[in-house]
């Protein structure tokens, strides 16, 4: 990321690819799902975009879902979510 960091524009186009967001913040996880629309660009804008203007990291996109933030559980549960679905 430092070497081709992501603009916001950027990154909105990459978020209403998605239909489903699942957004760690802080100890909580956001789950956000647009019932087979796009993802609202504010609610995208608020979770994705840092003050900077660029994308917040780390982001995993899998599908139609995009994960913003790490933990072990996180991870675990989109892979094996990934997992029943093939």
Same mark, same amino acid.
């Given at each position: 990321? $430092?070497?081709?960091? @992501? &603009? *916001?524009?950027?990154?909105?186009?990459?978020?209403? *690819?998605?239909?489903?967001? =699942? @957004?760690?913040?802080?100890?909580? @996880?956001?789950? #956000? &799902?647009? +019932? %087979?629309?796009?993802?609202?660009?504010?609610?995208? $804008? *608020?979770?994705?975009? +840092? $003050?900077? %203007? /660029?994308?917040?990291?780390?982001? #995993? =996109?899998? &599908?139609? !879902? !995009?994960?913003?933030? /790490?933990?072990?559980?996180?991870?675990?549960?989109? /892979?094996?979510?990934?997992? *029943?679905?093939?």
């Amino acid at each position: 990321m $430092e070497h081709a960091p @992501i &603009d *916001r524009d950027t990154t909105l186009a990459i978020a209403r *690819r998605a239909r489903r967001l =699942l @957004i760690k913040t802080g100890t909580e @996880i956001v789950r #956000l &799902d647009a +019932h %087979g629309g796009a993802l609202d660009d504010d609610a995208a $804008e *608020r979770y994705l975009v +840092h $003050e900077d %203007g /660029f994308m917040r990291v780390p982001v #995993l =996109l899998v &599908d139609d !879902l !995009l994960v913003r933030g /790490f933990t072990d559980a996180l991870y675990a549960e989109v /892979f094996a979510t990934r997992a *029943r679905s093939s």
